[in-house]
């Protein structure tokens, strides 16, 4: 990002002193979209998502009438994550 940024703020110059005619911006790499799939097995969620990159995991529980929400940052192409004992997995979801 600071080579880009340093390449943008010379490109005035350069074409002020008729060094380049035309200019075309500089594009950092581009970031994967999200994609993963998320299955359940028994109380536990599992990602399979087709890149590597960072991700946060969340899941909801239940045991009654107690509600229990985990989140895990991972970043990697699998990732799994349970339920605490005794609760069954109620909603699971994947973002940036």
């Not at 995991?57 to 605490?84: K, Q």
Request: include cysteine; aromatic fraction near 8%.
């Amino acid at each position: 990002m600071l080579k880009r940024t340093l390449v943008m703020l010379a490109t005035p110059g350069l074409i002020a002193g008729g060094l380049i005619f035309s200019a075309g911006t500089a594009s950092a790499a581009a970031v994967p979209p999200v994609e993963c799939k998320l299955y359940t097995s028994n109380a536990t969620s599992i990602a399979s998502c087709r890149y590597t990159r960072e991700y946060q995991h969340w899941i909801r529980c239940e045991n009654g009438d107690i509600t229990a929400e985990l989140t895990e940052e991972f970043n990697g192409r699998r990732n799994h994550l349970s339920c605490p004992t005794g609760y069954d997995l109620i909603n699971h979801a994947i973002g940036v």
